[in-house]
T-cell receptor, first 112, second 115 residues
Framework: DAKTTQPTSMDCAEGRAANLPCNHSTISGNEYVYWYRQIHSQGPQYIIHGLKNNETNEMASLIITEDRKSSTLILPHATLRDTAVYYCIALNYGGSQGNLIFGKGTKLSVKP | EPEVTQTPSHQVTQMGQEVILRCVPISNHLYFYWYRQILGQKVEFLVSFYNNEISEKSEIFDDQFSVERPDGSNFTLKIRSTKLEDSAMYFC?????????????FGPGTRLLVL
C-alpha cells in the first residue's frame, strides 16, 4: 500500500472549515484513500473514502486531485468535538480484505 | 446504528497470565480484525480473520496470540502468556463482504495493563 504523508498538527477555529491535506504520490490505480480519526484513545472512527471522484457525506468532504497524488479532507464547520488525530490511509484490497496501515496522522486542534 | 462492541473495557493482569479479549462484530460482517496501540504510538495491525481462519497476520502476532470465533457472534483474541510489552489498547474491527470499498469499523477498545 502507498505511503501517505500528513502534517503533524494543525489548528482550526471553531465554526470554520478545517482542511486537512494528505500526500500519496505513489498511490496506485486501485488504491482507495481512506480517512479515519481517533479522538483521544477511542477506537478509530471511519470518516470517508474515495477512489477518484470527490466524495461527500454527513461528516466531511474528500477532494482528490486529478492525478490522485494528494487529497484534502474538509470538515465544513469544525466544532470542539472534532479535535482528534486524523489519519489518511491508502488501501488496496486486491482481492483480500486488506489491513489498515496507520501513520502518525495529523493532530487537529479546534479552538474556540 | 450497528456498532462493534468490546469487553472488557479495561483489563489488568499479571505477567505470564492468559487473557482473552472479546469482541462482537457488526452482525452481517464477515471479516474481522485485531489492532493494537501502545500508549503514544501508532495503531498497528495484528491479524485478520475470515471464514474461520486467519487471512493475514503481522510479525507482532506470534505464537503467544490466537484468535477464535467461538460462536456466531463473538470474536476473541487470546494472549497465552502476557508480557509487560503487551500493555496496550486492543481494537477489534469488522467489515462486510470484502473486496473494494469495504470499510472497517472499529470497536471502542480494551485497555490491557500487564503488571
Amino acid at each position: 500500500d502507498a505511503k501517505t504523508t500528513q502534517p503533524t498538527s494543525m489548528d482550526c477555529a471553531e465554526g470554520r472549515a478545517a482542511n486537512l491535506p494528505c500526500n500519496h504520490s505513489t498511490i496506485s490505480g486501485n488504491e482507495y484513500v481512506y480517512w479515519y480519526r481517533q479522538i483521544h484513545s477511542q477506537g478509530p472512527q471511519y470518516i470517508i473514502h474515495g477512489l477518484k471522484n470527490n466524495e461527500t457525506n454527513e461528516m466531511a468532504s474528500l477532494i482528490i486531485t486529478e492525478d490522485r497524488k494528494s487529497s484534502t479532507l474538509i470538515l465544513p464547520h469544525a466544532t470542539l468535538r472534532d479535535t482528534a488525530v486524523y489519519y489518511c490511509i491508502a488501501l488496496n484490497y486486491g482481492g483480500s480484505q486488506g489491513n489498515l496501515i496507520f501513520g502518525k496522522g495529523t493532530k487537529l486542534s479546534v479552538k474556540p | 446504528e450497528p456498532e462493534v462492541t468490546q469487553t472488557p473495557s479495561h483489563q489488568v493482569t499479571q505477567m505470564g497470565q492468559e487473557v482473552i479479549l472479546r469482541c462482537v462484530p457488526i452482525s452481517n460482517h464477515l471479516y474481522f480484525y485485531w489492532y493494537r496501540q501502545i500508549l503514544g504510538q501508532k495503531v498497528e495491525f495484528l491479524v485478520s480473520f475470515y471464514n474461520n481462519e486467519i487471512s493475514e497476520k503481522s510479525e507482532i502476532f506470534d505464537d503467544q496470540f490466537s484468535v477464535e470465533r467461538p460462536d456466531g457472534s463473538n470474536f476473541t483474541l487470546k494472549i497465552r502468556s502476557t508480557k509487560l510489552e503487551d500493555s496496550a489498547m486492543y481494537f477489534c474491527a469488522s467489515s462486510g463482504g470484502g473486496g473494494a470499498q469495504e470499510t472497517q469499523y472499529f470497536g471502542p477498545g480494551t485497555r490491557l495493563l500487564v503488571l
